[in-house]
């Protein structure tokens, strides 16, 4: 409510700027920090919710300026068609380039935008017929339509707004929608997002292109603007520049993203006043902001997101479904890496509706399993089936949107995220809404987003996390983390759902609620996969155990059996089964 | 526990929320003051805006112009101002980029007491900055630009320097006349200048029987050179022609002389700097090339200039001192001539109708096309400096 | 000309490498850029520059002089600006912008007190060479080549055998574990900074007699180039600094003599790109996988 008149307050204050400040030169600055707001906004896309590090952005910058220019000088296109083609254009070739390059992480991806901007530098000087190379472009028209002159300072300014707002808006409908939720949660994990069905890859790429097509449009405002361009305005400086306006104003947040880039144009043409000592002061301010600031001035978690109203239709919780035999077949599965071989002759069942244990000493390979199975780790032999289906070769989000789901042995809650951000992320592979509808809120959409907010505070419940649904994962407890985690899990509505040791570090009170959670979860129809090594846990709630040791089977059965089977014992030295087998006992 | 948390938390929000309200009024009343500052001058005061590269790697040649104007604006103020008025210098960094030049622009197009604008210093941050001067109808004089088109393109836009029409076909006549070249090296800059002149300079050789056998180029702030001298080496010509910057332009010729290339090295008024010479130390020796300044020629103009600069600054004046000290006395004179500071149109044009100024090192004068006529002078390195040479056969 | 070239490339490499060493060593303890590098090779440049021209000490001592001021100013600036980070826990790519802001004002203050004017730079040789084949070669080149093999070695020897080197290596596979095993991480971590900012010192103090001259602003493309070539070889890696060093001066040799000037750049990016996309983590750098 406040945050909307805060808004509201601003879009006056912003459409009155021309006729409060007379002098020409502000509005300049106004001018150039809208261009800067809307490159920010962008980089914010695939960096600030994507999590990706591109030091790119002043090449799509470019693109888009040349794109405008050429356009309008050579074949005389209007302004009204440049900036839509040169946000297309720089969008287009910003997938293009994404794809081989999104390969690369971290730092790696830094260094392969900034090269790939660096190439695109060097083209536009060299690309004489096309660019008009170092002379540059010059007699780029100004906006002109309905007999109104948009070529003025003030009436210029009201276009750079509106691309602003424009932006902003664009910027919180991802921010705010399913499309978000998932970028998020590939910046906070990207293997954790694959394996909840989302299809990484695609995200990433379309984030790069957002990121990129904004890049044009304030290309494309800023060439009709000083009506010359040459290839110095689009150098690695120019890249580094906006990341730094971005990390400034707090990442991930699209205020953030705003302020940022108004401080950092804003703050040079303040600092003339001390003369030669502006680079000075300059750089030191920003050792400053990074310093006293690291998460920007604005903060990382921005403005509180609005969640969805609850949809009408709405489903509680993971939907049971008919036992299937048997679920889960895995056939003379060998796992190497390099020459270690983890796994070999691995070959077991799994019947719908149970709960399977895996048990084994540390370096037994339980963990490989389980990566096998999600799709995690490479299978060098044999075969996964999932329900009929084959697993061995698809990709590990292809695998959890056939029904396979996962919790880590090191917990990977998306430390960044709401609980509810979290669990409702998980619900992404199920939409049958596409992004584009989400973003575009059609109504449709609206009422999918409700239901997944309804669906998502049952799970919440059903893991007894309710109270907490508004915390940043990372400030919850552990023991609260890992339920999050089978909550987002289960939001996936899984057949088959991989338990990675959910009791590691749990007290015995806490070993019990797990029992019993995991009772429910099956009784809802979903089969479980546990791999555990407290045995109070795994002798009450498994109907079979599978035991591993150096990577191969060494038995298989009930866990009357399993406790009394001298292989195992020996396995174990005699000590932990025994001991925990007695508690169990006692229980 | 987890109450504390989210308490935190929205403290967290609040606080960043009312660290950006706080910096948005921190802008708004910085931007009020810069505003207040402009229109509290005194009103009397007539201002000079200085639009140069402080900062960054083109620093020097803004250093240059800051210096020169200041000097002119001093000495013009000692000697009663401008129609009574005093003025001051307005010093504005574009740390050589174009999209800043602009903004300086806007900035001095906003301030009704500016009179005239020296800079700024490359061509592309000219092309950036005149359509704003030119609304403001600013005259603009360029102590360092040489690119004709700009003084054509714009009717309130003057040069200093000389113009690339007048110079460039100068050094492959000199080729010809005085060396008896045939065989043609160039090494260009990659900017607007650099092409310029080259075009200037292979439109003459070719028209006048000589060939171009290599044109070879690099950006600006390459320093490593050695691949392009090796294909200029394959290609054997008679003269290498410098059409640099003077750092580039050592580092070239050393790393010519380096790989065995020994023919003469023939060189624009750009490379023309003591530091040529430092830079490229003994490999120097014997480069040719035009200049319009140089503080150790031995010219009475100059060495009046010399001891002027040596004076204020305590260190010998370089060219832009002199194109940015008389820069400002152009437009001084200008504004004399019309009577008022206001008449912006008919100053600009003033300026055009300039003859036989008395500039501080020579005559100024700007021909039809209202671009600037200069003396030149040829110079040679010789014992580790530039001194006099004077052609046997080349005439001016 | 295909000698030549590769000859020229072979030099410009051995100083890349120099300066990409820097980087690596630091990006291996912390996983973070230092972007005030360039501004130390600047420093080493000028500092030698002071005491060859005003204090007339030779060159070697010079070097030797400047190194170790250098040192000194790359372990101010770690605790100055990437040691904080690191007790507020903050993201990596904050260093980014701390360091950003170190090499501004470093500039900034280079100019403030030597100028912004090219100053001319002394060679610790006297001009000349020999022709090798179809290539020359100056006696400087020659030098420079030798100073960079003796100093990479030396690094990759005191990373492999000395105490430190362990302890840095330890770092670099676990920074808290390795706090927990005893060693003095933070020292260990301006140890890294003065090391890799003592030969970026004597890089800059190379690139100065190389080319001749010295400027405030001579340390950003040097400083890039010597990112890229460090990001080629496999962050991390002494040996892959110097094969992406090397590498990165033939690519950028060959490709400009051979190909095209005016796409140098863009060849050298294009390769940068592709071995990237092959090799995510670099030539040699290890790829650390994800653990689940």
Redesign the interface.
Known sequence: MTAGLLVAGAIVVAAACPFLVGDQYILHVLIMWGIYAVLTLGLNVINGFAGQLSIGQGAFYGIGAYCAAILTTTIGWSFWLTPPAATALAAAVGMLVSLPVLRVRGIYLGMATFGFAEIVHVVLRSWEGLTKGVLGITGILPPIAFGIDFGTQDRFYYLVLAAVLLSVLFSQRIYQSSVGHALLAIREDELAAGLLGINTTAHKVAAFGAAAGLAGLAGSLFAHYLTYISPENFTSVESILIVTMLIVGGRGNTLGAVVGAGLLVALPELLRVVNVYRLLIYGLLLVGAAVFRPDGLVGRVGLARRRARPGAAAESGPVATRPENPLLRVEDLQVRFGGLVALDDVSFSVEGGEVYGIIGPNGAGKTTLFNAITGVAPVGRGRIQLGGLDLTGLAPYRRARAGVARTFQNIRAFAGMRAWETVEVGFHARLRRGGLAHLCATRAARAEAGAVRTAADALLRFVGLEKVADQLARNLPYGHQRRLEIARALATSPRLLLLDEPAAGMNESECEELIALIRRIRDRGVTVLLVEHHMQVVMAVCDRILVLNFGRPIAEGPPDAIRDDPTVNAAYLGTEIQSAAGAADHA | MVGLKEASEMRGTVMARRTVVRGLLGLGVAFGCALGGAAGASAQELVIGVIAPLTGSKAEQGMQFKEGAELAVADLNRAGGVLGRQLRVELLDDEGQPKNAAAAAQKLAANRNVIGVIGPSSTASCRAALPILERARLVTISPSASTASLVTDHKYMYLMSPAIPFYGPLVPRFAQVELGAKRLAIVKVKDDWGLGVSKATADYARANGMTVVAEVEYAQGDRDFKSQMTAVKAQNPDVIILNTHYTEGAIITKQARELGLAVPILAQGTNVYPQYAEIAGSTAEGALGWVDFLATLDDPGVKRAVAKFQAAYGKPALNYHITSYDGVMVIADAIKKVGNAEDREVIARTVGQLKDFAGLVGKISYDAERLPVRDLFWTTVKGGKWVLYQPTKFKM | ?LL??AV?GLV?GSVYALIAVGFSLV?SVL?I?NFSHGAMLMLGAYFGLVMIGALGWGFLPAVAASALLVAAAGAIVER??IA??RR?E??R??????T??????????A??VW???????P?PLP?G?FTLGAA?V?YLECAIMGIAAVLMIGLGLFVRLSRTGRAIRAIAQNLSAARLMGIDVERTIVTVFAVGSAIGAVAGML?GAY???A???MG???G?KG??AA?LGG?GSVVGAGLGGLLLGVV???G??LLS??????IV??V??LI??VR???ILGYDTG???
Not at chain 3, 93 to 98: D, E, G, N, P, T
Not at chain 3, 100 to 109: C, D, K, N, R
Not at chain 3, 115 to 121: E, I, L
């Open positions: 000309m030549q070239q020229n410009l990006f996983e850029i100055a600006t904080p980070l507020r903050a993201p790519v904050l260093a980014l912008i701390s950003i802001g170190a090499s501004i004002t470093l500039e900034a203050a100019q403030l100028g912004a004017q090219v100053r001319g730079y060679s001009p060479g020359r100056t690139t080319f001749s001259f400027q405030p602003s950003f493309l040097p890039i990112f890229v990001v962050m950028e040799s060959l400009g003599g000037f005016e796409y140098k750049d863009a990016f294009g940068l790109i990237l996309i995510p983590s670099g994800e653990k689940v």
